[in-house]
């Protein structure tokens, strides 16, 4: 695991302390997530991923931010229900926190100086933020919810994927089997 991001100070959903040397030698996608969000839907898919390479050492970990349009509004408590109830993730979710702007937490500080560019429809989804009147971000920083790093079992981030790529994405699912194929 990469000393830089395996010794960041990280806390669960439920408040227990964790890093990403608890995950160490497993391979990770770090995601960004809300509940109030057009591609909240993709929880449906980040949790057949989880299932279907666990056995492999593989890993979605979850982090609820409400940087985008307010989009998760609720409380540890309420995150965690809706993501049960409505999607059955079982993968790991962490405290709410920022992953944009000067309050950025540290995880996600290191993994966008690591990969400052984003694979996937970014600059279509930046026009469609756009259309609704907004202001996206740019590279280094996270566009939206559901932005994807990729992290191998040497802790490095070895790719970075735009919120629209789906979890079923064949770029997204291939770079994920190289990376517990190596």
């Known amino acids: 695991m990469a000393a830089d991001l395996a010794t960041i100070p990280l806390t669960r959903i439920d408040g227990k302390p964790d890093t990403l040397a608890d995950h160490a030698g497993k391979v990770l996608l770090v995601v960004n997530v809300a509940s109030k969000c057009g591609l909240t839907p993709q929880y449906e ?17 979850g982090f ?34 920022d ?10 500080v290191a993994l966008t100086a690591a990969v400052p560019a984003k694979q996937g429809p ?5 026009e469609r ?36 790529t789906t979890p079923e994405d064949p770029e997204l699912v291939g770079a994920i089997e190289a990376a517990l194929a190596g």
Not at 50 to 55: E, L, S
Not at 76 to 94: A, D, K, M, Q, R
Not at 129 to 150: A, H, I, Q, S
């Open 45 to 61: 898919g980040l949790e057949k991923l989880y299932k279907q390479y666990a056995a492999q050492g593989f890993e979605v970990l």
């Open 64 to 97: 609820p931010a409400n940087d985008f349009g307010a989009q998760e509004p609720g409380s540890h408590e309420e995150i965690t229900e809706f993501c049960s109830l409505n999607y059955g993730v079982s993968f790991p979710l962490y405290a709410k926190a």
């Open 99 to 108: 992953v944009t702007g000067p309050d950025k937490q540290p995880l996600y």
């Open 122 to 126: 970014a600059e279509e989804f930046r």
């Open 129 to 164: 933020l756009r259309g609704y009147g907004m202001t996206p971000t740019e590279d280094p920083e996270v566009l939206w919810n559901f932005e994807k790093f990729l992290v191998g079992r040497d802790g490095k981030v070895v790719a970075r994927f735009a919120p629209a």
